[in-house]
């Protein structure tokens, strides 16, 4: 069975500084995707970036980009120049042909 | 466009009472999951349909929960009877389809049950 582990439980950052957040997952499946997804206080899930294991090339979206090692099983989310709205809870999550699976998260704090 | 709608947003029920929540997807949108999140940690997967039919129900507690999805479009999730440690938010999501499975699920404001 997939797993997703999120190691931080919690997270803080200075505003407008950057913050990494780590994930390592375990499978022995080889096409598969993950994602970051980001839950703020009013619980609506948001999709923040994904990537998929077959590309090498790290994916970026704006302020967010991703460091994946897939030999590591890692995949870490890196968040620069950090906002106030930044402040959430963030699910990593790994989806193959058997479903999502989601880790337990990390809360990020902003401290401005 | 409308997002994935779900109702009640709260709900507090005694142990061994039975609950009812409903998901109403994106219009369009094939594929629908329920998540159960227990307080600290992340979603888990409940039950996916595909139109009104049922794709992955392995994590489902079938001898206390059930879903349908009649006619493909919204859904409902019921407990019964509950137990405390069914106290969590339940998430509905959507998607276009599910596979590839690249595609985005886009989730509602979940509801979330306590159960004394």
């Known amino acids: 069975a997939q797993t997703v582990t999120q190691s931080q439980p919690e997270m803080s950052v200075q505003e407008a500084e950057t913050v990494t957040l780590s994930c390592t997952y375990d499978t022995s499946e080889s096409d598969y995707y993950l994602f970051w997804y980001k839950q703020p206080p009013s619980r609506q899930m948001i999709l923040v970036i994904r990537q998929e294991a077959y590309k090498q090339q790290n994916a970026t979206e704006n302020r967010f980009s991703v460091n994946f090692q897939k030999a590591a099983k890692s995949f870490s989310l890196k968040i620069s120049d950090s906002q106030l709205g930044d402040a959430a809870m963030y699910f990593c999550a790994y989806r193959s042909l058997g479903g999502m699976r989601f880790g337990a998260g990390t809360r990020l704090t902003v401290k401005p | 466009e409308a997002g994935v709608a779900q109702s009640p947003r709260y709900k507090i029920i005694e142990k061994r009472q039975s609950v009812a929540f409903w998901c109403n997807p994106i219009s369009g949108h094939a594929t629908l999951y329920w998540y159960q999140q227990i307080l600290g940690q992340g979603p888990k997967l409940l039950i996916q349909f595909q139109n009104n039919g049922v794709v992955d129900d392995s994590q489902l507690p079938k001898d206390r929960f059930s879903a349908e999805r009649l006619k493909g479009v919204d859904s409902t999730l019921k407990i019964q009877p509950a137990k405390l440690e069914d106290s969590a938010v339940y998430l509905c999501?959507?998607?276009?389809?599910?596979?590839?499975?690249?595609?985005?699920?886009?989730f509602g404001p979940g509801t979330r049950l306590t159960v004394t």
């Open positions: 999501a959507s998607s276009l389809m599910g596979t590839p499975v690249s595609y985005e699920q886009y």
